[in-house]
């Protein structure tokens, strides 16, 4: 008698994600060099722990020692390039040259920032010097990480100096480089601006926590959990990785890594099942995206956001709740559908284990999340809800012998945690350039004049226009680093044009994680396909058919904003949410082309007509919309009745 099969949250890609993250693969020590860095990452890990609950500490000073830390793990774990010389096992001369440099200019930063600003933030040539060898050694950091990223904040830089050359709006007075250096390194709209802030609070916190869990086999419980509700359904592992990438997703915040943790143990399990290679990785693509922005934890951005509109997390994370739901219901059905025209069917039951076995044994794991949640929603702020959620992660797998967290494994998910904080933290510090220079140059309100000149008072003009910007400025950048960018140069052309300031910053935020499965740079998907060994530009493609709902659906709550239940009235939010959700389940029909049953292609144009119908905000066209459906869901009911009773006519002919 087969026993039941359990996901083993070990078997993940190590590789994968460093390709795309970082530019070069993460260094593997052994020996004292190990130890340095499993000391180096418990000593951080305690610092932020300390800071973030009981230590204060003034916020310039808190993100200077963060990026130290950030500098020093950078220069020890990845090297300059990929040659030869510069070794994979041990830092290099230049290594160490880099990592003094960075923690000399940081270090200066703490010593003299005080003084500075008792003398009125009259700098001396020592400070220049400082500041222009910290702002290099970031550059040099974030190039060995994120060096897509780094190009970008070099493209801002080189705008402070040559934006007096540029003609019309783009063009500036132009800058010192006395000026630039001193509003980058010691302002506080630069390198120590909001992007440093966010990696050294709520960033760390929740990367730190989403580690905690894992090593404490949460991932495991996840999988089999949702191997019980939906592994025997058909196209069973389709959606198990939909609904465990989703859940794993809005805590580790990152769809890179999510996809390459995640997407080792469902896409093999979906190819398997009879998926194409292709399918496979787009589906597990389009779930690690979408856990960006689904709530309760939202990947951390929705921390940030409430920090940038001032109100309380739990006003974001409500806001969350509907286009979470219409994404992901939009893959599981797209899923369905694919998995009943192709015939496929579910795990067997041999295969699955018993939910009494899967709570019994491991259900103690999901404590610190519901702890989470419960001091979300008393209003604990979310630093406070991370650090007693990572305690509580300890105290819960103490609960059973299987899952129990000794100091060996307590270690271990902080080293973790310190290295999965890495690239994500060099993206949000050099994100300050870019940052920095749109609050000195005025860039931003450059881009929405423009916008808004061409648009004029064409909400949807402007708003395909900020779509597109997000989208490019969202590339091959971490989830929350892509919403700070975004949020500071594209949400104000819609809040302009009188959008709800939450409708603003969720549109932009979509999109800006969208982008991970946006042609050219779809990195989510080219992860998925190395993965599959699928070709990589089909599995874009598909994987942007599947997550069609995600770049529709913000323009929904731009212009039914109550769909972010920001409504007082219930009924209110109600009605545009249930033509919004039969919206989701056209496009699914229309994109798969089966809807109770093979669709014709007229059905399928109609289909894909009623989804654009019910995005519109007129009475009317959500009539038509739902009609349309309605109409299309009617003729399969009858073609499929009508089929059936044929088949029995046929069977009783003698």
């Known amino acids: 008698m087969n026993t039941p099969k359990t996901i083993n949250s070990g078997e993940i890609s190590e590789e994968l994600p460093y390709k795309y993250e970082g530019d070069t693969r993460m260094r593997q020590y052994m020996g004292i060099m190990a130890v340095i860095i499993t000391a180096l990452s418990v000593i951080w890990g305690l610092f932020q722990l300390y800071v973030s609950s009981f230590g204060v500490l003034d916020a310039i000073i808190l993100r200077s020692w963060h990026i130290i830390f950030l500098l020093v793990m950078v220069f020890l774990l990845?090297?300059?390039?990929?040659?030869?010389?510069?070794?994979?096992?041990?830092?290099?001369?230049?290594?160490?040259?880099?990592?003094?440099?960075?923690?000399?200019?940081?270090?200066y930063l703490i010593l003299n920032y005080s003084e500075i600003a008792l003398r009125g933030g009259y700098l001396l040539p020592l400070d220049y010097l400082f500041a222009v060898l910290g702002i290099l050694i970031v550059f040099e950091a974030a190039r060995r990480t994120v060096r897509s990223l780094a190009i970008l904040a070099a493209v801002f830089l080189l705008y402070n100096f040559a934006g007096s050359y540029l003609p019309g709006i783009l063009g500036h007075v132009g800058f010192s480089w006395k000026r630039i250096v001193e509003h980058l390194f010691w302002g506080g709209q630069g390198l120590l601006g909001i992007g440093a802030g966010v990696s050294a609070t709520f960033v760390f916190m929740f990367i730190l926590f989403g580690s905690f869990l894992k090593i404490s086999g949460f991932s495991r419980f996840i999988n089999n959990l949702a191997l019980t509700i939906a592994g025997r359904s058909p196209g069973g592992p389709a959606k198990v990785s939909v609904i465990?990438?989703?859940?794993?997703?809005?805590?580790?915040?990152?769809?890179?890594?999510?996809?390459?943790?995640?997407?080792?143990?469902t896409i093999p399990m979906m190819i398997k099942n009879g998926?194409?290679?292709?399918?496979?990785?787009?589906?597990?693509?389009?779930?690690?995206?979408?856990?960006?922005?689904?709530?309760?934890?939202?990947?951390?951005?929705?921390?940030?956001?409430?920090?940038?509109?001032?109100?309380?997390?739990?006003?974001?994370?409500?806001?969350?709740?509907?286009?979470?739901?219409?994404?992901?219901?939009?893959?599981?059905m797209a899923v369905h559908f694919e998995a009943r025209k192709t015939g496929l069917k579910g795990i067997s039951k041999e295969n699955i284990p018993k939910v009494k076995q899967v709570l019994k044994e491991e259900g103690h794991l999901s404590i610190p999340l519901v702890t989470l949640i419960v001091l979300l929603l008393l209003g604990y702020t979310p630093l406070y809800a991370a650090v007693f959620s990572i305690i509580a992660t300890v105290l819960a797998s103490w609960l059973r012998r299987k899952t129990r967290m000794g100091l060996k494994e307590i270690i271990q998910a902080f080293e973790e945690g310190a290295k999965s904080a890495v690239s994500v933290g060099v993206a949000c510090v050099i994100i300050g350039v870019i940052v920095g220079t749109v609050s000195l140059t005025g860039l931003g309100l450059s881009f929405g004049y423009g916008i808004l000149k061409f648009a004029g008072d064409q909400l949807f003009l402007a708003a395909l226009f900020v779509m597109i910007l997000s989208i490019i400025l969202g590339m091959g950048v971490p989830g929350v680093a892509a919403y700070v960018i975004v949020a500071a140069v594209a949400a104000p052309v819609l809040i302009e044009l009188e959008v709800p300031a939450i409708a603003a910053h969720m549109f932009v935020l979509i999109y800006a994680c969208l982008s991970n499965i946006t042609p050219p740079v779809a990195l989510s998907s080219y992860i998925a396909a190395g993965i599959a060994n699928a070709d990589q530009t089909q599995t874009s493609l598909v994987a942007l058919r599947l997550g069609l709902t995600g770049f529709i659906m913000p323009f929904m709550f731009i212009y039914h904003?109550?769909?972010?239940?920001?409504?007082?009235?219930?009924?209110?939010?109600?009605?545009?949410?249930?033509?919004?959700?039969?919206?989701?389940?056209?496009?699914?029909?229309?994109s798969q082309g089966w809807l109770l049953k093979q669709t014709t292609h007229a059905q399928r144009l109609v289909l894909l007509l009623a989804a654009f119908c019910l995005i519109e905000p007129s009475f009317l066209f959500d009539i038509a919309g739902v009609v349309l459906f309605v109409v299309v869901l009617a003729l399969q009911i009858y073609q499929k009745n009508n089929f059936q009773l044929k088949d029995e006519q046929f069977d009783q002919v003698p």
Request: with cysteine; hydrophobic share 55%.
């Open 78 to 107: 990845f090297p300059a390039g990929k040659k030869p010389a510069y070794s994979l096992h041990r830092p290099t001369w230049w290594d160490c040259i880099c990592l003094l440099a960075g923690a000399a200019s940081f270090g």
């Open 244 to 265: 465990a990438s989703s859940l794993m997703g809005m805590v580790n915040g990152s769809a890179l890594a999510n996809v390459a943790t995640t997407g080792s143990i």
């Open 275 to 332: 998926y194409k290679r292709k399918f496979a990785a787009a589906v597990e693509a389009a779930a690690s995206t979408g856990g960006q922005f689904a709530p309760p934890i939202m990947g951390a951005a929705g921390f940030i956001m409430a920090e940038f509109l001032g109100v309380p997390y739990t006003t974001v994370m409500l806001a969350a709740v509907v286009p979470a739901f219409l994404y992901f219901l939009t893959l599981i």
């Open 561 to 590: 904003p109550e769909i972010l239940l920001r409504s007082e009235h219930i009924t209110e939010s109600m009605i545009p949410i249930i033509t919004a959700t039969i919206g989701v389940l056209s496009l699914a029909g229309a």
